[in-house]
């Protein structure tokens, strides 16, 4: 299939929550054994993405600020896991995807 079709799609906000939710879910539902799975629709949302270097930046910030917020919290004592489920490790990751384009490009 021509790419052209592809290319630009995960910019719209629809797809990118309808994502979201399926990432999110399947990382629910799914636990250690999604880890995969979310991993290649991560990477396959970066390649639908015209900006994909600043893409990928908006998703590595949102998922290392949300599990440095999330680890902190846990040290607190708010949160008890072992080890930490896969939702919990992933969500933030993909939270990032779910932004609107002008909420991260200004």
């Keep these: 299939m021509d790419r052209n079709v ?59 600020l949300g599990f440095i917020v999330d680890s902190f919290l846990t040290l607190l004592g708010f949160f008890r896991f072992s080890p930490i489920p896969c939702y919990r490790r992933s969500g933030f990751f993909c939270f990032g995807l779910a932004l609107p384009q002008p909420c991260v490009r200004g």
């Design 6 to 64: 592809w290319h630009g799609l995960s910019e719209n906000i629809w797809v990118n929550l309808l994502w979201f939710q399926l990432l999110w879910w399947l990382s629910i539902l799914q636990t250690d054994s999604a880890r995969w799975p979310v991993l290649l629709l991560l990477v396959a949302h970066l390649l639908m993405h015209r900006h994909l270097f600043t893409e990928a930046l908006v998703i590595t910030a949102c998922g290392c």
